[in-house]
Structures are given as C-alpha cells and as structure tokens.
C-alpha cells in the first residue's frame, strides 16, 4: 500500500507540475502578445516621428536655400551699385563713341559694350 501512496503522490505532484507549465507557457504567450503589439506600436510611433523630422528638416533646408539666395541676390546688387556709377557710364559710353568714330572699335563691339552699360545703370 505504501507504493500506491507513493504513486498517488508521484501522479499528483505531475498533475500539478503539468498544470503550473501550462499556465506558465500561457503567461508567456500572453507576455509575448503583448510584446509583439508594443512592438508594432513602437515601430508605428519611430516611423511617424523619423517622417515628421525628414519634414521638418527639408523645411529647415529650403528655409536656409532661400535666405543664402536672398543674400547672394543682395549682394550681387549691393556690387551693382558700387560699381555702376552713372557719370562714370556715360564717360565711358563717349570714350566708346570716340573709339567707333577713330576706327579701333566695329559698330558691333560699341553695340555690346553699350547694351552692357546700359543694363547697369
């Protein structure tokens, strides 16, 4: 009788030990469900947040483009005007006339220097 004791306990304490796995391996999976699903969420919240910067760096970029054109067209005006001074023009347009007139300049070379000048002014 002692054996079927023994055996009663054996079966019993298997029967337990199944079910205690059991329910481990079901916690588990619940544990990795959720794991999986944060997953997904932290994966959809990386993916949102990497858009919302790309977009806020090519802002960022054609913000930074227009004010480094801005300036360079300013610049290259700011240089017009230094450089074009009108008095000066129009002694250079006579000093070109009297070159066509004396032969050391064609019609045409007077014409290209003159559009030149007067694009300046």
Known sequence: MVSNKKEGYIESFLKKADKALQEGVKKA???LEEAVEFGAMTAKQAARTSKEIRLQAKKERDSLQKKGMDKITKGISTAKNITSDPHTD???LEQLGKLKKAGIITEREFQAKKKKILERI
Do not use: H, K, Q
Request: cysteine-free; charged content about 50%.
């Open 29 to 31: 999976d619940e544990a």
């Open 90 to 92: 129009l002694e250079i």
